[in-house]
């Protein structure tokens, strides 16, 4: 890897979160942000 450029870019929810049913808008965001993108980093 180059520098400090990132190997791989984190990706938006491809979905409204809030269109959901069933599930918290909160909950879906929460484990995008920690779960995904976290493993993400850390490629």
């Not at 890897?1 to 984190?10: C, R």
């Not at 069933?22 to 850390?42: C, P, Q, T």
């Amino acid at each position: 890897m180059a520098g400090n450029a990132p190997a791989y870019a984190i990706k938006p929810l491809p979905f409204d979160p809030k269109s959901i049913k069933g599930l918290s808008e909160k909950i879906l965001v929460s484990h995008h942000d920690n779960n995904y993108a976290g493993a993400v980093r850390r490629l």
